[in-house]
Every structure is written in C-alpha cells, then in structure tokens.
C-alpha cells in the first residue's frame, strides 16, 4: 500500500504499461514451438524471454498463467475451482488484467462507531477483469537450466482491495543471482475477495481472496517443478496487505497446513487491521450495505442477487464500502471463518500455532502516518481518545481510555494518533510473528531511509527495469538490503551471502532476551547506515498492552 490506493493503482498502471512492452515475446521471427514450452497438464503454456537492463542476462518468464477457474457468475463469492482442461497452446508473454479494485477509507469517522452515511468518490481502476486468477514465474536462464532451485512466491499489497501481480519477478532473481524461481499471485479484492457474513458462510466462501492464494501455493506445490523450482524450498513473501496475507497463511489451519505449502515466511510491513468473527456486528453490517449499494435489497436471496448483478453495478458497491470506512483504514479484509482461519491471529500466534519453519520480518520507522490524516485535528477525530475509537469501534470507554492515556506522553495529538496506526496494525504484529518463530529461527529488520513511510522499501525490492528511482540511490546499500532477503529465500538465514561484497554484518536471530535487529540506515553525509540494534522496550511495552486489548480490536 502506498498512502493512498488511488495513487497505487495509477502507479500499477503506469508500471503495467511499462512491462507489458518490456516483457513481450522475442520478436526475431522464432516460431511458436522455440518458445519456452510448459504442459501443466490442463493447459499448454508459451512463454516468453527477459533481457534483465542491469545484467544485461536473460531470464524465462511465464506471464498470465491461469491457476484457477474464472471467479465468474455462479464462481463468484465461492472458493475457487481448478481451470478447465484447455486443447492447444496458450500464449503466456503478457501480464494478466487485475483484479477489480477500490480506494481506501476516507471518511472522518468509522461509520461503525458514529453511524455514518455512505458515501463515495468516483474510481478509476487499472486495466482489470472479473476473471483475474492468474500467477507469473520468472525463471533464471532457459527453462530447463535449473533443477530443484528455492522458490520465492510473492503476494501484493494494496490493503486488499487493490494491487497486481505486475511486480517484475525479475528483480528477485537478480537479487539472488539468478538463485530462485520467482512466482507472483494475483488474487480477488474488496467485496469480490472478502465479502462476509453469515448469508456467504451459508452460501459461499468466506476469505475467498485468501483461498484464491491457498489455491496459488497449492498450484505451486503441484507445478513448480516443471519450471525448475523444489516444492520443499518455498518461501512466501509480502508488503502491506500482502504481508498481512503471509500472517494468514502462517496461522491458517491452526498453524497446522498438511502438507505445508512452504518453508520460511517473510513479512514487509506487516499489516493486520480489525479481523472480526465472520458474522459479527460489523461483517455483517458490510454484508447487508453491499446488497443496498448494489440494488439487491429487496431480493429473496440476497447472495445470489449479488452474483447475477452487472459487474459495473458490483464495483460501484465495491468503492461505496470501501470507501465510506474510516480515513486510512480498510474494511474489506480477512475475517475469522472458522474453517481456515480458526481464532483471531494474535491468539494463535501468542499460542505458537504457526506454519513455517523460519520468518523475517521488515518493517519501517513511520508506517503509520501515510493512514492518518495529517491535517488532524482540522477535519479528524480532535483526540487521541476519539482517534483510538474510531480506529477500533469496538472499544469500551475505558479502552479508549486506556489506548489514551498509553500515548500520551507521545508529542502532539497527531504524533499520538500516528503512532497508534503504527504500532497496533504495522509493528507489533511483527513483533508477535518473531516471538512465535524464536525457537524455530526469527529475524527483525528496520528500514529507516528517510522518510521510511509505508511502502517506501517497495522500490528497493522491485527497482522495475529502471521505472522508479529510490530515495537513497546507494548502490552498496541497495545490494546489502535486498540480498539480505535473497540470502534468507535460499538459506533460511541472511548470513550466509552469495556475495562477498554485501556489507551488512553479522546478523543475530531475534529473541525475546537478546531483541537483536538490523537497522538499515544512512549517515548525515550519505553513506550507507546498516548495523545490529535493540528492539525498543518502550514499544515491546506498548506491543503488549495492544495484546491486552485484543479481543476489543479484534486482531
């Protein structure tokens, strides 16, 4: 996510248009049977080539592979479904369209704690469709170069409801050089992907857009190693909300997926809002404003009225409930269903049940202020009292009370309200996922390039053929950043470097005595910052009390 996901989704844009000239099949006149070839068994697939701009080495790519039936018609709101057997070949050198997307919050207070009316400013998505269910792989070399090789899948963020899978792969190899199979998922957003309540856990699929990517690990188990990569070496990656989406699929089943559908887990950013009971006050309340906005109120079945709507009408109602949130939050996300998503993940994450055998977390020095109005207390909640409950309407008086009183001594209002963003949503779900994973293996990052607001890492893991230019353009800090989670795809541990002129030392795990992290800064006269640091107590303080109110914020 950046600050705001109309700003992301015309980034995506921009980005898409770049790389679907630049990701284009060779065009020297080859025919179609020397291109890349890949029988999945349901479907035949061509790809393509890749001249990486920076090593000038040439990758295999397969863009718009479909993993899963078209969420479409009596598909939509349900779990997905295997593709259809297809005859022929089909052309994989394109990036798929997105999913159907939305904007953030952007109202002045919850409509859940004040009662507000809806509302909603107009949207304009980029290139999307209903049928969005796709994966790309990015392959070093030629297809068949590589045997067995650890794969890394990457899972977009955008606060679920917005994002592609348009995130050049390409880069990740380049990191590791040329050391991993590289996979990027796309997966339903907004009401189409996390529409709840009790109608769609009686008639749907609740979660839809975490089963969409349970289905794409699922793929990956099933296929990878037809483009070269070990099933037994994957590690799931994500920023934002799909950071938030890695926290699920590590507690999903109870931390008890079997058979596992990765090794290692990776977190930038780790984002996890309010993840209420499926058929709680508010799930349901989001439930019953989609059928109004989408005209089906009135209908015998509700759900199904919402399946046989016209699309525009859906999207329409998609940006009201999205819209019409709280400023900076989001509403259509993951609840607790039960089934895959057993108990809140702060319970079971403080009771260990986790997936995964080692985790990484990154997270940067102001994630929250990008999520808070900056222009409180002029046109938001005037106190910290009243920031906190609309943050979390569900608090009681004395909660909110207590959230106050807990930020008091934190500058003004504002620096108060944007360090409760931070810390209950961004950091310490981090915080949780490396004191669940100390035994097994469990490593804290801190990104602090100025200004190292949410999402800023983002250009140092996909530079995207020289479309963005980071904030610090430091080629030694560059390598040492992003081989650091190259190092931890392919061992599990980031010090153990492919190259020798990484400079960033030595690296301790994290645990609950030692609190070791490794802080990636800049000096005043612009040289590369990165060395060993200690969590902060005050915050470790602060993470604990969000703990102690967490049946109340719902996480």
Known sequence: MFTRNFARAQILLSIFLRLDSAFASPTDGSSAAALPTVNLGYATYTGGTYTDPFTSKINTQFLGI???APPTASLRFAAPQKPATISGTQAADKLPAACYQASSGSQPQSPFRQGSQLSARQFSPPVVNEDCLFVNV???????DNKSLPVIVWIHGGGYISGSAADNGNDLIRASNGGVIAVTVQYRLGVFGFLAGQKVKDGGALNAGLLDQQFALQWVQANIQKFGGDPQKVTIWGESAGAGSVIQHIVANGGETDPPLFRAAITSSTFLPSQYFYNDR????????TVAAAGCSKAKDTLQCL??????????ANNVINQSGFYGTFTSVPVVDGVFITERPSVLIKDGRVNGNAYLGITNIDEGSPFVNQTLPVVAPTTPLLYAANLFP?????????VSKEYSTIGTTLQQANAMMTDSIFLCPTYYLLQAFEQKGAYKGEFAIPPGT???DYVYYFPNGKTMTPAFNNQPFI????????????????????DPSNITPAWKAWTSSSKTEMHFGQTSSSMPDIRPITSSDALLNRCDFWVSI???TAQ
Do not use: C, M
């Open 66 to 68: 479909r993993y899963a």
């Open 138 to 144: 990015y392959i070093p070399g030629n297809l068949g």
């Open 282 to 289: 508010i799930p349901e309340a989001l439930y019953t404003q």
């Open 307 to 316: 399946r046989t709507v016209n699309i525009v009408t859906l999207e329409n």
């Open 394 to 402: 569900d608090l009681s008086l004395p909660q909110a009370l207590a």
């Open 454 to 456: 949410h999402g800023s």
């Open 479 to 498: 390598k040492a950043f992003s081989q650091s989670f190259a190092n931890f795809w392919l061992g599990l541990n980031p010090n153990i470097k492919w």
């Open 550 to 552: 967490s049946d109340a």
